[in-house]
T-cell receptor, first 112, second 111 residues
Framework: NAGVTQTPKFRVLKTGQSMTLLCAQDMNHEYMYWYRQDPGMGLRLIHYSVGEGTTAKGEVPDGYNVSRLKKQNFLLGLESAAPSQTSVYFCASSGRHDYEQYFGPGTRLTVT | DAKTTQPPSMDCAEGRAANLPCNHS???????VYWYRQIHSQGPQYIIHGLKNNETNEMASLIITEDRKSSTLILPHATLRDTAVYYC????????????FGKGNQVVVIP
């Protein structure tokens, strides 16, 4: 099992550009999450999904969109990147009755 | 979900037990205490969780006070690889499983 994987690992964008971050899990988990982490801060939840075809807003959803077309994938989109979105993005997944969330290795995004 | 309070940082000696405190005075009856840690530049890692009884696994022990308003994570024999930010989180067990991370406690294990 690869667990939770994230693509890409690093990316530099110019202000206004768009991109999609891909999260994939091979544990058949129902729940998936996108977090962002800024220097000196804990993780903040952006969006999450409780099942294929469903998404919901987290703590800091503005400027991001998500899609969960397949159970194993959770995509995070930035339609028009801003410098304030410079951050490290973590994806996580968990089963419906699991107490543990499994995290990916992160994507480091810089917006100039 | 109840909020938690942790010291921002602490040092501990390699080979000694590390006791990490957490206050959660507003915890409700159906909320569990969870601990995660994040080693530099990696994703967070689950350590342990508990409701009211003390818990132990291969990584750590969790001691919850009788009134459940505070808890202590114990790393029995700290190693340099235990240097990390430790997060204490309280939440209900079932539901959407969301985790609310605070700033955590930066623990540095000193040789």
């Amino acid at each position: 099992n690869a667990g939770v994987t994230q693509t890409p690992k690093f990316r530099v964008l110019k202000t206004g550009q768009s991109m999609t971050l891909l999260c994939a899990q091979d544990m058949n988990h129902e729940y998936m999450y996108w977090y962002r982490q800024d220097p000196g801060m804990g993780l903040r939840l952006i969006h999450y999904s409780v099942g294929e075809g469903t998404t919901a807003k987290g703590e800091v959803p503005d400027g991001y969109n998500v899609s969960r077309l397949k159970k194993q994938n959770f995509l995070l989109g930035l339609e028009s990147a801003a410098p304030s979105q410079t951050s490290v993005y973590f994806c996580a997944s968990s089963g419906r009755h699991d107490y543990e969330q499994y995290f990916g290795p992160g994507t480091r995004l810089t917006v100039t | 979900d109840a909020k938690t309070t942790q010291p921002p940082s602490m040092d501990c000696a390699e080979g000694r037990a590390a006791n990490l405190p957490c206050n959660h005075s507003t915890i409700s009856g159906n909320e569990y205490v969870y601990w995660y840690r994040q080693i530099h530049s990696q994703g967070p890692q689950y350590i342990i969780h508990g409701l009211k009884n003390n818990e132990t696994n291969e990584m750590a022990s969790l001691i919850i006070t009788e009134d459940r308003k505070s808890s202590t994570l114990i790393l029995p024999h700290a190693t340099l690889r235990d240097t990390a930010v430790y997060y204490c989180i309280v939440r209900v067990f079932y539901g959407n499983n969301r985790l609310a991370f605070g700033k955590g406690n930066q623990v540095v294990v000193i040789p």
